[in-house]
């Protein structure tokens, strides 16, 4: 910011001449602001000063004015120029910054849990203070109190259970008469027929069950219950099938019938069901 009017050092140096010629204009002392009354005279409307006066305000006028520019000057050039620092400091301050979040890689020596994710296991039988202490919660004696955690949930003092005063119904009742059977549909046997794998041992001419196994359909161990014969790829028959399985669908055997073949249904207990599938156990 530049300041209009006169320099501040040419009213430092107007200010010295006022001062000088003051002390060659007076012969006698400066009067004091006490006396400076007297000094002045009523002229009409107007006050005259004496010369002395005028040049002793003159002087302190510039003198004041003087230093308010200097005052002024250093404040502006205090705001406009900012100060420096050393290329030391300014050094110090750029290693000083931050250079981000730091990276932290997952090893096994700062491998945790997260915070609250395990607590701390309750420790009881350590005193009266913990709470805890001597019985740990249990009581004393009885069945409760001891090692194995007492009595079945379902147990009623002895009286009959409530899931056994309810009657039976649904699975719950047939459970233990589930039959456990594997499908053969009459497309694949009709494939393993044509393939020359499915051969019947017996001398009628009859495919059982022990021919399944021997032809690779399934394994031995896998026969349960029985076979069900399923009438999918009925449209692949085409030769005269005698066939004998515990179960049979309508459909395959409409199927096998229409070539003129016919299908045997027979029961096989657990007994029978081995003998049949394991003959070298039964001589």
Excluded at 15 to 43: D, F, N
Excluded at 77 to 88: A, F, G, I, M, N
Excluded at 233 to 251: L, M, N, Q, R
Aim: with cysteine.
């Amino acid at each position: 910011m530049v300041l209009p009017g006169p320099s501040v050092m040419s009213l430092r140096y107007a200010a010295r001449s006022a001062i000088s010629s003051t002390r060659r204009l007076t012969t006698h002392p400066r009067p004091s602001p006490s006396t400076a009354s007297w000094i002045s005279r009523p002229l009409g409307s107007s006050t005259v000063l004496s010369r002395d006066f005028h040049a002793s305000s003159s002087v302190s006028s510039l003198i004041s004015m003087a230093s308010q520019l200097t005052f002024q000057n250093d404040k502006t050039t205090h705001q406009s120029q900012p100060r420096s620092l050393s290329s030391s400091a300014s050094e110090s301050m750029n290693q000083n910054q931050p250079l981000g979040e730091p990276i932290t890689f997952l090893t096994l020596n700062n491998l945790s849990d997260n915070p609250g994710a395990v607590s701390k296991k309750r420790r009881v039988g350590r005193g009266i203070g913990s709470s805890k202490g001597k019985t740990c919660g249990r009581g004393h004696k009885g069945q409760k109190a001891r090692a194995g955690r007492g009595v079945h949930p379902t147990f009623e003092g002895g009286q009959t259970k409530f899931y056994k005063r309810l009657p039976k119904v649904g699975k719950m009742k047939n459970a233990r008469f589930k039959l456990d059977l594997i499908p053969v549909n009459v497309g694949r046997v009709q494939d393993y027929i044509t393939m020359g794998r499915l051969m019947p041992e017996r001398s009628d001419g009859v495919i059982t069950m022990k021919d399944f196994v021997n032809a690779g359909m399934f394994p031995n161990s896998s026969i349960k219950s029985g076979v069900k014969l399923l009438g999918d790829g009925k449209e692949h028959v085409k030769d005269k099938i005698h066939i004998e399985v515990p179960w049979a669908s309508k459909t395959a055997i409409e199927a096998i019938e229409s070539k003129g073949g016919f299908v045997t249904t027979v029961h096989y207990n657990r007994l029978a069901l081995r003998a049949l599938l394991k003959p070298h156990k039964f001589p």
